[in-house]
């Protein structure tokens, strides 16, 4: 797996984020995907996944969100550490991106209040 295409995706995942877009971050799950949002802590279908974000989304607006860390895990997977603002929280936001046939997806999704 080439590191720009992995940075390529942490990118546009971030883009989504900041957008508050849930279909755009969708996109990037992989057919089952480990997700962790308040209230949220299991193993669901990228449908399921992007349904529980969303609603997540509509609750807590984003007003702004950066990575501030990044890198690679032994595995070969890449792994990014957020800063989620919304207009009442801040959260951490991790996210694990891992190649699956050719294709950077996201493996495990971790929203947190900080």
Do not use: H
């Not at 080439?2 to 057919?31: L, M, R």
């Not at 399921?48 to 609750?59: E, P, T």
């Not at 792994?79 to 050719?102: D, P």
């Amino acid at each position: 797996m080439s590191y720009s295409a992995a940075d390529e995706t942490i990118t546009q995942v971030s883009t989504a984020i900041q957008a508050g877009n849930a279909t755009e971050v969708t996109k990037y799950f992989n057919s089952m995907v480990d997700l962790t949002l308040p209230g949220y802590d299991d193993t669901y279908s990228k449908t399921q996944a992007g349904q529980i974000l969303k609603d997540f989304f509509s609750q807590n607006p984003v007003k702004s969100f950066k990575i501030t860390r990044q890198g690679a895990s032994p595995d070969g997977s890449q792994y990014a550490i957020g800063s989620l603002e919304s207009g009442k929280k801040v959260y951490r936001v991790y996210f694990i991106i891992k190649a699956v046939n050719g294709q950077n997806l996201i493996q495990q999704l971790q929203v947190q209040e900080n």
